[in-house]
């Protein structure tokens, strides 16, 4: 028998919800029969929505959750308060066994304050890092952790270092992935006084291919598979690398603009240049999952589309088939007991 | 009587030494005749390189230094050896104030150490930031500190802020430069220990234009004249922008060769292209300062050519026309005294 998964989709949540949220979700179970999506929202916004399409019922739940969390809204705050929001519904599925994951274009605050305070933690784990894929030259690499961690611990980046390594092999397929640490030089004084005594123990992992540092220059040629580092300088390398992609298209764009031979070139060149760039576009490969909790959680971008939307949702699916949590539970509770 | 601006050059150091550094320290002296030029290096090779040249002899000097500092050989170590290389010298000639600057594209290790022990800190200034000059969407931004000052301490961020305010000012001509203090989110609960710490003592200096926090993401933008973040921070953004920038260059000409359709767009392009690009090439401002110090130190990119380190020497005499040490003594020495 086919075994089923599960995946709470939060109809409510990002730019372009509920339209292109339960566009994904269809596309989803139109590709894949093993899949079921359990929509939360606003019952009868989502029905007026499914409407439109034609699906295989069985594969679609919806929950009725009347309440909205804003991104400006305080995270903690908005989890406790707002008891029937999409994202605490829906999360609270996941806790009760009743799905396996749960998919969020909504508020990265109020996800991870939710992943840790709702779904919880898988015993041993310190600290769930939020870690999404990251375009390069050479195709993709994990970046881990872009979370709510700051000033993490030594140990922590560890575990972000093996479950990372966990979910590039078995949900991404890379082989034997290497991982390396964010470092500002290749010596090896060189470093903040995190990276200096996380290094060490780096070095002593057997479970993981560990490569040694990674400069930030390296980062987009592809020289490493998983890219830890805490979630400070996470979140600068994420937004760094959107930032100032954004800004050389636009230089690009008034540069091919700026006078007729120009525009006649854009033209000519701009089929070509859209194939390439779209290998530089990390929503073809889904959204960031929350690791370490005890289901998975999804954070996609909040501008997510159908396309994006339905990659996390088969992305799940791969999560539960590859027994990740199994795995990692596995790998840090080994881990706790040699510490012992 | 005019003022001459004494700056010593580092003949030795960077990828394209001698050949370019001397070029642009001609070009420096044929722009500006109150600017002196010390070339300190293995003289022989020097006067060689020299005799290609027709220029104002009373405007050049030539100091044999031996040896040179290679860029894998561990800093300090190499300064207290290396006795007779051209950053040890040259920085000695900047410290027995013979010389009122250093420029050099040689190992940075070297010379942000160089600095510290040789040609020592202003009174009262805790660390001497490094401050290069980063493109942006409107121009450029000074981004501080990307030197080896990692673990750092909230004073010394507000240190770096008033710094870097005064350099934009005064040395870049930017009126009023806004100052921002790199962090992962706009809300006032956002941020790491060290942030949420030098939030409060940059909202109470009154000689800056504090404007909050800047995300990654709107640096590109030129979101901030002067952005603030400690040393490993800088470092990762700084690199990061080469290699996104890098890649998405790559990417953008191997998307052009991919069809003769768009080959011929290519060409059209090229020349608007190529302008626009101009705009995002940091190496257009010159070197970075290493600022704080009993004299000016400016380190530049190891691959520089001659116009970056022409316009590094030119930075040097508007740093000392515009009295940029006393105004950062009568700045930081105001505050030590205020705070007894």
Redesign the interface.
């Given at each position: 028998m086919e075994e089923i998964t599960k995946v709470v989709v939060d109809a409510m949540g990002g730019d372009n919800a509920p339209g292109e949220i339960i566009r994904g979700a269809m596309d989803a179970i139109a590709k894949r029969s093993d899949i079921h999506v359990i929509l939360v929202g606003q019952e009868e916004v989502i029905r007026r929505e499914l409407a439109g399409y034609t699906y295989n019922e069985e594969q679609v739940e919806v929950v009725n959750a009347t309440e909205v969390i804003e991104t400006a809204e305080?995270p903690v705050m908005a989890i406790r308060k707002k008891k029937d929001s999409s994202i605490v519904v829906g999360m609270r599925l996941v806790r009760e066994k009743k799905a396996d994951a749960f998919v969020s274009a909504g508020s990265s605050?109020a996800i991870l304050a939710g992943g840790q305070l709702l779904v919880g933690r898988i015993k041993g784990v310190e600290r769930p890092p939020l870690a999404p894929l990251i375009p390069?030259?050479k195709g993709f690499s994990l970046l881990i952790d872009c979370g709510a961690n700051?000033?993490a611990r030594p140990s922590h980046l560890v575990q972000f270092a093996k479950m990372g390594s966990i979910y590039m092999e078995h949900v991404m397929g890379v082989k034997n992935p290497s991982v390396r640490i964010?470092n500002?030089?290749a010596?090896e004084?060189k470093?903040?006084?995190l990276v200096k005594e996380t290094m060490p123990l780096l070095k002593e992992c057997s479970d993981i291919n560990f490569a040694g540092s990674i400069?930030?220059?390296?980062?987009?040629?592809g020289q490493a598979d998983v890219v830890v580092c805490e979630?400070?300088?996470g979140?600068?390398?994420?937004?760094?690398?959107?930032?100032?992609?954004?800004?050389?298209f636009?230089?690009?764009k008034?540069?091919?603009m700026?006078?007729l031979?120009?525009k006649?070139?854009?033209?000519?060149?701009?089929?070509?240049?859209k194939?390439?760039?779209k290998?530089?576009d990390a929503s073809e490969y889904g959204g960031a999952p929350l690791l370490g909790l005890n289901g998975l959680v999804v954070k996609t971008h909040g501008s997510s589309k159908a396309k994006e939307v339905c990659n996390s949702i088969l992305q799940c699916s791969t999560f539960r088939r590859q027994r990740i949590n199994e795995k990692i539970r596995a790998c840090i509770q080994g881990e706790v007991a040699d510490s012992e």
């Open positions: 305080p605050g390069t030259e700051v000033d964010v500002i030089g010596e004084e470093g903040n006084a400069e930030a220059r390296e980062i987009p040629h979630a400070f300088v979140n600068v390398i994420l937004k760094l690398y959107e930032g100032v992609g954004a800004v050389l636009s230089k690009i008034s540069g091919m700026s006078s031979r120009s006649i070139g854009a033209l000519l060149v701009k089929p070509a240049l194939d390439t760039l290998t530089f």
